[in-house]
C-alpha cells in the first residue's frame, strides 16, 4: 500500500516562525544587539556617577527597548514585504553610504532616453472600427 504524500507544500512550510513582536529569530537579534550596543553608550557615562554595573545594566534595558519598541515599527514598515525585505535594506542603505559593494544594487538614478523617437513619424490614423465602417458603407 502506497504512503499518502502532500500533492503541495505550504508556502509558509520553510518560513522562520515568528517569535516575538512579529520577529523572526534573527532579527529579534539583530535588533537585541543593536539595542545592547546603544544602551553602552549611555552605560559607560553613567558607570562614572554610578559605578561599573551600569554597563551591561544600560546595555540589557537598550535592547529590551528596542526590542519591545522596534518589534512593533519593524511590524508596520514589513507589512507585505518579502521575507529578505530587512536584510536588503540593511545591505542596500550601508551599500549608499560605503560600506557595501555598490555593484549589487541600483545606487544611482537617472534618466536614459534611445533618441529613437525623432526618427519615428506618427500618422494620423482613425480607429479600427471607423475604418471598417467606412468600408462597409463604401460597398
Do not use: D
Not at 70 to 96: D, F, H, K, M, N
Not at 114 to 134: E, G, I, L, M
Amino acid at each position: 500500500m502506497p504512503t499518502p504524500t502532500i500533492a503541495f507544500l505550504p508556502s509558509r512550510l520553510n518560513q522562520a516562525p515568528v517569535v516575538f513582536r512579529g520577529m523572526t529569530g534573527r532579527e529579534v537579534a539583530l535588533a537585541a544587539g543593536t539595542g545592547f550596543a546603544m544602551g553602552l553608550i549611555p552605560g559607560t557615562v553613567a558607570a562614572f556617577a554610578f559605578g561599573i554595573a551600569m554597563v551591561p545594566t544600560c546595555g540589557a534595558l537598550g535592547a529590551g527597548a528596542v526590542v519591545w519598541f522596534g518589534g512593533g515599527v519593524l511590524r508596520r514598515l514589513r507589512r507585505g514585504r518579502p521575507e529578505t525585505w530587512l536584510y536588503r535594506r540593511i545591505a542596500w542603505s550601508l551599500a549608499l553610504r560605503g560600506f557595501a559593494s555598490r555593484h549589487r544594487f541600483i545606487t544611482q538614478s537617472a534618466i536614459y532616453g534611445t533618441r529613437r523617437y525623432a526618427a519615428v513619424r506618427f500618422k494620423h490614423r482613425t480607429h479600427p472600427t471607423q475604418s471598417t465602417q467606412k468600408n462597409r458603407k463604401g460597398v
